[in-house]
T-cell receptor
Framework: EPEVTQTPSHQVTQMGQEVILRCVPI?????FYWYRQILGQKVEFLVS????????KSEIFDDQFSVERPDGSNFTLKIRSTKLEDSAMYFC????????????FGEGSWLTVV | DAKTTQPPSMDCAEGRAANLPCNHS???????VYWYRQIHSQGPQYIIH???NNETNEMASLIITEDRKSSTLILPHATLRDTAVYYC????????????FGGGTRVLVKP
């Protein structure tokens, strides 16, 4: 069964450092998403991406965040200057083929900022 | 998106059916009911969705009331591996529409 894959599974970074989280969405999906979940809290929407541009973003997705589809398979989330409060699980997701619009999630990348 | 209301937690006996309720009294005519679950800290896993007819797949059944103001997810034979947080979400079935997660129901399957 096709799945969304994410790397790394866990990353520890120093406050102020840049981090790039990588995702390979399901092949032939056209919409891509990033969500995050701070420990013990709800899963929160960050951004959706379609046709090489952001289609929607939340208030959380401020100027320190950016997304990119650098090639035909990868989808990345960059955090420019990490803060302690960026520590969370980050989930990539994808959706939409001609046969359905269900969103499928990856297993997540756990980011710890120290 | 309309909001949903779910009990914060429930227990279920292994091997028995688990019936998870969800209220969505303000659901719009073009909004589907989606169910996802999250096992421990893994990524949310899609279970099932429906508009107004009852739906069944290999994981679960979804029963939607005739007025569409509530629904029930049924896990027919709960196993210990079904212990998870279950999310009921209403969402317009349009390309690119996001999911908005609430607190869900924390289901504990007991031996």
């Amino acid at each position: 069964e096709p799945e969304v894959t994410q790397t790394p599974s866990h990353q520890v970074t120093q406050m102020g450092q840049e981090v790039i989280l990588r995702c390979v969405p399901i092949s032939n999906h056209l919409y891509f998403y990033w969500y995050r979940q701070i420990l013990g809290q709800k899963v929160e929407f960050l951004v959706s991406f379609y046709n090489n541009e952001i289609s929607e973003k939340s208030e959380i997705f401020d100027d320190q965040f950016s997304v990119e589809r650098p090639d035909g398979s990868n989808f990345t989330l960059k955090i420019r200057s990490t803060k302690l409060e960026d520590s969370a699980m980050y989930f990539c997701a994808s959706s939409w083929t001609v046969s359905g619009n269900t969103i499928y999630f990856g297993e997540g990348s756990w980011l710890t900022v120290v | 998106d309309a909001k949903t209301t779910q009990p914060p937690s429930m227990d279920c006996a292994e091997g028995r059916a688990a019936n998870l309720p969800c209220n969505h009294s303000t659901i719009s005519g073009n909004e589907y009911v989606y169910w996802y679950r999250q096992i421990h800290s893994q990524g949310p896993q899609y279970i099932i969705h429906g508009l107004k007819n009852n739906e069944t797949n290999e994981m679960a059944s979804l029963i939607i009331t005739e007025d569409r103001k509530s629904s029930t997810l049924i896990l027919p034979h709960a196993t210990l591996r079904d212990t998870a947080v279950y999310y009921c979400i209403v969402r317009v079935e349009a390309a690119g529409n996001k999911l908005t997660f609430g607190g869900g129901t924390r289901v504990l399957v007991k031996p």
